[in-house]
C-alpha cells in the first residue's frame, strides 16, 4: 500500500467537502476519517450525523463545515433518520417529486453506535435501507469527557472506567461491532482507519455502489482522550493494525478480506506504550490482553483464509 | 363533495384522511397500546390504494426520528401513537417542532403505566403539552377525520411550518364506530395543495439542518419558535373555516353548548364533552342553567376565545383526564386559571 503513495494521491479530489475551520482537538483523527469519509463520497450525499464531537465541532451556528446536506437531531437515532430519509427519497423520486438518487449515510461515534444508537441500527439493518452507516470509532464518550462506552477497549482507563488500586481501568471486553454488523447479513461490513487513507476511500466507494445497508467502522483515533501527543495521531492509527489490536478487514456477502496483513504481528505493547489511557497496566495484564489479541487475530486470518480457498 | 354518511370506526376514518391527503410517508411502531390507524394504512399501500412508503420502525423513538427524516427530504409524514409510544418519543417531538418538520400525528389518548393500563386519560397530552407542537382536541370519529385533513394544510402553510398532533380518546374514539361523512378526493386536493419543502435536504442545494447553537443563538431559536406558534392561530382559523365551507362542518379553537346564558359551566377537552350535552341537556330541561365549554385547541391556547366563551358564568367545572402529582391542580385547571379573575 506504501508504495501506491507517491502516484495515487494525485488521483484523489482536491474539492473538501468538509470544509476547514471546524473545532476538533489538534490531530484529531475522527475529524480526519470525515474528511476523506466526505472526499470518497462526492457531493450527491445527503448525511445524517448522531450528536457527538463531529457534530459540535462542525456545526456552532451560524457556521458550518458541511458542504453537502446535513441533518443532526438527537443522539441515538441516526440510523432511523437515516431510514427516513431514504425512504421519502423513494416514495417522491416515485412520484417525480425528486430528481437526484443521493446516496444517505448516517454517522455516528461508537457510544451512539454501540450503546444507545444500537436499536436504532439494528432495525435500519433489519428493514434493509439502501444506506451506509459509518461508526467513528474513538473508543469512549469523548465529546461529554471520555467516559466509558461498550467500545472501550480492555484495560483502558477513562472518567467512569478509571484505574485504581483495585481497578485495571475498563474491566469488559470491546464490543465487536464489525461483527454485530455482519450477523445482521447485510450486504457490505468493513473496517478502516484514517492512517490507511486509500484503504479506507476504497471502502467508502465501493459502500456507495452497495443496494442495501454497508457499514464501516472506522477507528479514530482521539489524542485527548488516549493521552497521546496530538502528533501521533496517524502512528497510533497504524500501531493498532499492526498490532492485530484493529485489524482492517472486509465482508462482502459474508465473505471476509483481510485487506492488510502480517506475517508477524507487533506487540500490543508498541501500540500500548504511546497512550496515558494504558499506563497504568501491568506484564500480567499486557500479556492477557496479547493473548486474546492472538486469538482474535488468529480466527479473523482463517475466516478470511477459507474464503481465499474456496474461490 | 360531500359523501353520504357511513358507519366507520373512528382509527379507519383517521386512516382515511391521511389517504385523502395523499400522505408520502408513514412510520410507525406498534408499542401496547397502537391504534388501528397505522394497521389500515399498511393495508392500503400494501393494496396499492395509498402510494406512500411504510416502514416499520423498531420503536416508537425510531418512528418519530424517521419522520423527522421522511419530512427534511420534502415528504408528507404521516404517524400516529398513543401513551407509552408518546413517551418513548418525548424527545424527537421536541427536535421535529423546533426544526420545524410538518409532521402530522394522532395520539390517541391513554394512560401511561404503572399499573399497565391502555384505557383513556389525557396524561400521555399533558405530559407533551409543551413540546412546541400545534395541538388539537377532538370529540368523535367525524371530527378526528376532518382535523386530521385540516391538519395536514396547517402544518404545511409557509408561515406555519410547524407539527401538529390531534388528540383522540383511546377506545371511545379510536375503536368505537360511528357515523362518519367522508369526503371526495377531488375536494381534498383542492384544499390540501401538493406538498414543497422550501428547503430539504438535496445535494443541489446543500443545507445544514440541526446545527448546534450557543446560548445566544438557542434563545432567538426558541424565541422564534414561540413567536410561530402563537401566529399560527391565524392560519388555523383560516383553514377551519375554508374547510367548513367545503365540508360544511365549522372547527372554532373554542366551542360553547348552551353557554351564552349559563351561570355554570362544563370546560372540557376530548370525547366526553358529548356525554356532558347529553347531561346538560337533561339538567337544561329541569329549568337549570348549566352549560359547556370544549376546548378544541389545546396549543396555541385560545386565551380571547375562551375568555369570550365564558362570558357571565360564575361556576366553572373543569374535569381534567390528568393528574399532576404533587401539584396544585390538573393541568387544563392551572390554564384556565390564566383568564378567569
Same mark, same amino acid.
Given at each position: 500500500?506504501?508504495?501506491?503513495?507517491?502516484?495515487?494521491?494525485?488521483?484523489?479530489?482536491?474539492?473538501?467537502?468538509?470544509?476547514?475551520?471546524?473545532?476538533?482537538?489538534?490531530?484529531?483523527?475522527?475529524?480526519?476519517?470525515?474528511?476523506?469519509?466526505?472526499?470518497?463520497?462526492?457531493?450527491?450525499?445527503?448525511?445524517?450525523?448522531?450528536?457527538?464531537?463531529?457534530?459540535?465541532?462542525?456545526?456552532?451556528?451560524?457556521?458550518?463545515?458541511?458542504?453537502?446536506?446535513? +441533518?443532526?437531531?438527537? $443522539?441515538? #437515532?441516526? %440510523?432511523?433518520?437515516?431510514? *427516513? =430519509?431514504?425512504?421519502?427519497?423513494?416514495?417522491?423520486?416515485?412520484?417525480?417529486?425528486?430528481?437526484?438518487?443521493?446516496?444517505?449515510?448516517?454517522?455516528?461515534?461508537?457510544?451512539?453506535?454501540?450503546?444507545?444508537?444500537?436499536?436504532?441500527?439494528?432495525?435500519?439493518?433489519?428493514?434493509?435501507?439502501?444506506? +451506509?452507516?459509518?461508526? $467513528?470509532? #474513538?473508543? %469512549?464518550?469523548?465529546?461529554? *469527557? =471520555?467516559?466509558?462506552?461498550?467500545?472501550?477497549?480492555?484495560?483502558?482507563?477513562?472518567?467512569?472506567?478509571?484505574?485504581?488500586?483495585?481497578?485495571?481501568?475498563?474491566?469488559?471486553?470491546?464490543?465487536?461491532?464489525?461483527?454485530?454488523?455482519?450477523?445482521?447479513?447485510?450486504?457490505?461490513?468493513?473496517?478502516?482507519?484514517?492512517?490507511?487513507?486509500?484503504?479506507?476511500?476504497?471502502?467508502?466507494?465501493?459502500?456507495?455502489?452497495?443496494?442495501?445497508?454497508?457499514?464501516?467502522?472506522?477507528?479514530?483515533?482521539?489524542?485527548?482522550?488516549?493521552?497521546?501527543?496530538?502528533?501521533?495521531?496517524?502512528?497510533?492509527?497504524?500501531?493498532?493494525?499492526?498490532?492485530?489490536?484493529?485489524?482492517?478487514?472486509?465482508?462482502?456477502?459474508?465473505?471476509?478480506?483481510?485487506?492488510?496483513?502480517?506475517?508477524?504481528?507487533?506487540?500490543?505493547?508498541?501500540?500500548?506504550?504511546?497512550?496515558?489511557?494504558?499506563?497504568?497496566?501491568?506484564?500480567?495484564?499486557?500479556?492477557?490482553?496479547?493473548?486474546?489479541?492472538?486469538?482474535?487475530?488468529?480466527?479473523?486470518?482463517?475466516?478470511?483464509?477459507?474464503?481465499?480457498?474456496?474461490? | 363533495?360531500?359523501?353520504?354518511?357511513?358507519g366507520i370506526e373512528g382509527s379507519f376514518a383517521i386512516a382515511e384522511a391521511v389517504?385523502?391527503?395523499?400522505?408520502?410517508?408513514?412510520?410507525?411502531?406498534?408499542?401496547?397500546p397502537q391504534t388501528h390507524i397505522v394497521?389500515r394504512?399498511?393495508?392500503?399501500?400494501?393494496?396499492?390504494?395509498?402510494?406512500?412508503?411504510?416502514?416499520?420502525?423498531?420503536?416508537?423513538?425510531?418512528?418519530?426520528?424517521?419522520?423527522?427524516?421522511?419530512?427534511?427530504?420534502?415528504?408528507?409524514?404521516?404517524?400516529a401513537t398513543a401513551s407509552?409510544?408518546?413517551?418513548?418519543?418525548?424527545?424527537?417531538?421536541?427536535?421535529?417542532?423546533?426544526?420545524?418538520?410538518?409532521?402530522?400525528m394522532t395520539l390517541a389518548n391513554r394512560a401511561?403505566?404503572?399499573?399497565?393500563?391502555i384505557w383513556t386519560d389525557h396524561?400521555d397530552a399533558?405530559?407533551?403539552?409543551?413540546?412546541?407542537?400545534?395541538q388539537i382536541f377532538a370529540e368523535n370519529a367525524q371530527q378526528a377525520f376532518d382535523l386530521v385533513l385540516?391538519a395536514?394544510?396547517?402544518?404545511?402553510?409557509?408561515?406555519?411550518?410547524?407539527?401538529?398532533m390531534v388528540h383522540i380518546d383511546g377506545f371511545y374514539i379510536s375503536h368505537t364506530i360511528e357515523p362518519v361523512q367522508?369526503?371526495?378526493?377531488?375536494?381534498?386536493?383542492?384544499?390540501?395543495?401538493?406538498?414543497?419543502?422550501?428547503?430539504?435536504?438535496?445535494?443541489?442545494?446543500?443545507?445544514?439542518?440541526?446545527?448546534?447553537?450557543?446560548?445566544?443563538?438557542?434563545?432567538?431559536?426558541?424565541?422564534?419558535?414561540?413567536?410561530?406558534?402563537?401566529?399560527?392561530?391565524?392560519?388555523?382559523?383560516?383553514?377551519?373555516?375554508?374547510?367548513?365551507?367545503?365540508?360544511?362542518?365549522?372547527y372554532?379553537?373554542?366551542?360553547?353548548?348552551?353557554?351564552?346564558?349559563?351561570?355554570?359551566?362544563?370546560?372540557i377537552m376530548g370525547s366526553f364533552s358529548e356525554t356532558a350535552m347529553?347531561?346538560?341537556?337533561?339538567?337544561?330541561?329541569?329549568?337549570?342553567?348549566?352549560?359547556?365549554?370544549r376546548l378544541r385547541?389545546w396549543?396555541?391556547?385560545?386565551?380571547?376565545?375562551?375568555?369570550?366563551?365564558?362570558?357571565?358564568?360564575?361556576?366553572?367545572?373543569?374535569?381534567?383526564r390528568?393528574?399532576?402529582?404533587?401539584?396544585?391542580?390538573?393541568?387544563?385547571?392551572?390554564?384556565?386559571?390564566?383568564?378567569?379573575?
Amino acid at each position: 500500500m506504501e508504495t501506491l503513495a507517491v502516484y495515487v494521491p494525485r488521483l484523489i479530489t482536491t474539492k473538501e467537502y468538509f470544509a476547514p475551520g471546524h473545532r476538533a482537538c489538534m490531530g484529531c483523527g475522527e475529524a480526519l476519517a470525515v474528511r476523506l469519509v466526505c472526499k470518497a463520497l462526492g457531493r450527491n450525499v445527503i448525511i445524517a450525523n448522531a450528536t457527538g464531537c463531529m457534530e459540535i465541532v462542525s456545526s456552532p451556528l451560524p457556521y458550518t463545515s458541511w458542504e453537502v446536506p446535513w +441533518i443532526h437531531t438527537l $443522539f441515538e #437515532n441516526a %440510523a432511523a433518520v437515516a431510514s *427516513g =430519509i431514504e425512504a421519502g427519497i423513494k416514495v417522491l423520486r416515485r412520484k417525480g417529486k425528486y430528481s437526484k438518487k443521493p446516496k444517505v449515510v448516517a454517522m455516528a461515534g461508537d457510544g451512539g453506535t454501540a450503546d444507545i444508537g444500537f436499536q436504532a441500527l439494528s432495525g435500519a439493518f433489519e428493514r434493509g435501507h439502501e444506506f +451506509i452507516y459509518i461508526c $467513528f470509532d #474513538n473508543e %469512549a464518550y469523548m465529546n461529554t *469527557g =471520555i467516559q466509558r462506552s461498550s467500545a472501550t477497549p480492555f484495560g483502558a482507563s477513562t472518567t467512569t472506567s478509571p484505574a485504581g488500586k483495585v481497578s485495571i481501568g475498563q474491566a469488559t471486553w470491546k464490543k465487536n461491532m464489525p461483527a454485530i454488523a455482519v450477523a445482521h447479513d447485510i450486504p457490505y461490513v468493513a473496517t478502516a482507519c484514517p492512517s490507511y487513507p486509500f484503504d479506507l476511500m476504497n471502502k467508502i466507494s465501493k459502500a456507495i455502489k452497495i443496494e442495501g445497508p454497508a457499514y464501516i467502522h472506522i477507528l479514530s483515533v482521539c489524542p485527548t482522550g488516549w493521552r497521546l501527543p496530538a502528533d501521533l495521531t496517524i502512528r497510533a492509527g497504524r500501531l493498532a493494525v499492526e498490532t492485530g489490536i484493529f485489524p482492517l478487514y472486509e465482508v462482502e456477502e459474508g465473505k471476509y478480506v483481510l485487506n492488510v496483513d502480517f506475517p508477524r504481528l507487533r506487540p500490543v505493547e508498541d501500540y500500548f506504550k504511546l497512550q496515558g489511557r494504558f499506563r497504568h497496566l501491568t506484564q500480567e495484564v499486557i500479556a492477557q490482553i496479547q493473548e486474546r489479541v492472538t486469538a482474535e487475530y488468529t480466527r479473523l486470518r482463517e475466516k478470511a483464509a477459507r474464503v481465499r480457498d474456496n474461490e | 363533495m360531500v359523501k353520504k354518511m357511513i358507519g366507520i370506526e373512528g382509527s379507519f376514518a383517521i386512516a382515511e384522511a391521511v389517504k385523502l391527503a395523499r400522505v408520502d410517508a408513514v412510520a410507525a411502531y406498534p408499542i401496547t397500546p397502537q391504534t388501528h390507524i397505522v394497521e389500515r394504512l399498511a393495508e392500503f399501500v400494501a393494496n396499492g390504494e395509498l402510494d406512500a412508503e411504510y416502514i416499520p420502525v423498531e420503536s416508537e423513538h425510531s418512528a418519530m426520528s424517521a419522520c423527522l427524516g421522511t419530512s427534511a427530504v420534502g415528504a408528507r409524514t404521516f404517524t400516529a401513537t398513543a401513551s407509552q409510544g408518546l413517551e418513548l418519543m418525548h424527545e424527537v417531538l421536541y427536535v421535529a417542532s423546533s426544526m420545524r418538520l410538518p409532521i402530522v400525528m394522532t395520539l390517541a389518548n391513554r394512560a401511561i403505566s404503572a399499573p399497565l393500563s391502555i384505557w383513556t386519560d389525557h396524561c400521555d397530552a399533558m405530559a407533551v403539552r409543551d413540546c412546541g407542537w400545534i395541538q388539537i382536541f377532538a370529540e368523535n370519529a367525524q371530527q378526528a377525520f376532518d382535523l386530521v385533513l385540516c391538519a395536514f394544510r396547517i402544518a404545511e402553510t409557509p408561515a406555519v411550518f410547524l407539527p401538529v398532533m390531534v388528540h383522540i380518546d383511546g377506545f371511545y374514539i379510536s375503536h368505537t364506530i360511528e357515523p362518519v361523512q367522508l369526503l371526495e378526493q377531488e375536494a381534498v386536493d383542492s384544499f390540501i395543495p401538493e406538498y414543497r419543502h422550501p428547503y430539504p435536504l438535496d445535494p443541489d442545494r446543500p443545507v445544514t439542518m440541526g446545527a448546534f447553537g450557543p446560548p445566544p443563538i438557542y434563545t432567538e431559536a426558541k424565541k422564534a419558535q414561540e413567536v410561530a406558534l402563537r401566529a399560527s392561530k391565524a392560519v388555523i382559523l383560516e383553514v377551519w373555516q375554508e374547510f367548513s365551507l367545503l365540508s360544511g362542518r365549522h372547527y372554532s379553537p373554542v366551542e360553547g353548548y348552551e353557554a351564552g346564558d349559563a351561570d355554570v359551566l362544563f370546560l372540557i377537552m376530548g370525547s366526553f364533552s358529548e356525554t356532558a350535552m347529553v347531561a346538560i341537556d337533561r339538567m337544561r330541561a329541569k329549568g337549570q342553567k348549566v352549560g359547556l365549554v370544549r376546548l378544541r385547541l389545546w396549543r396555541p391556547f385560545p386565551v380571547q376565545e375562551l375568555r369570550q366563551t365564558v362570558g357571565k358564568a360564575w361556576v366553572i367545572i373543569v374535569l381534567d383526564r390528568a393528574i399532576s402529582f404533587g401539584g396544585r391542580d390538573p393541568s387544563v385547571l392551572k390554564s384556565r386559571r390564566r383568564f378567569i379573575p
